[in-house]
């Protein structure tokens, strides 16, 4: 097995680092949140064209999850339940969104790419909640 180069060991191990990730991960969550509450008139139907009714409570929805969650993540308080709700609001969003077997040619091909791209999100919030629930555990203390 090969080590980890030094310079690499010091990007990671630096204290900015993981809230970088973290803010880097949940930046899309937070701008969509902060763009939607401004354009509420928009948010709702964006959800209504979706199919999403009412259209209010669906844009109200989200955007609660949105901000929310993406501050928890972004904070690292509660990071399992920020990236939760996340995670579920981009399934539900992404399945509506975006079902591609449903379409034909490049219309498909994009919808088949903006898919797997949420679903990449999904596995990233899940991995930011594994890591934070680790960073709470005492270190592995050897019995032997």
């Not at 630096?14 to 937070?30: H, K, V």
């Not at 040619?105 to 791209?117: D, I, L, S, V």
């Amino acid at each position: 097995m090969t080590k980890t180069p030094s310079w690499v060991d010091a990007i990671l191990e630096w204290q900015w680092t993981g809230w970088l990730a973290r803010l880097g991960l949940a930046s899309a969550y937070l701008l969509g949140g902060i763009v939607k509450f401004t354009h509420f008139s928009a948010a709702i139907a964006e959800q209504e064209h979706f199919g999403f009714h009412p259209g209010w409570a669906w844009a109200l929805a989200a955007i609660s999850v949105e901000l929310i969650g993406s501050l928890l993540v972004i904070t690292g308080r509660l990071v399992w339940f920020g990236a939760g709700a996340l995670g579920v609001l981009t399934a539900i969003a992404t399945l509506a969104a975006s079902p591609f077997w449903n379409m034909q040619g490049q219309e498909r091909f994009m919808a088949t790419n903006t898919f797997f791209e949420h679903i990449g999100l999904i596995g990233g919030l899940a991995l930011a909640a594994i890591l934070a629930e680790r960073e709470k555990r005492p270190p592995y203390e050897s019995s032997h």
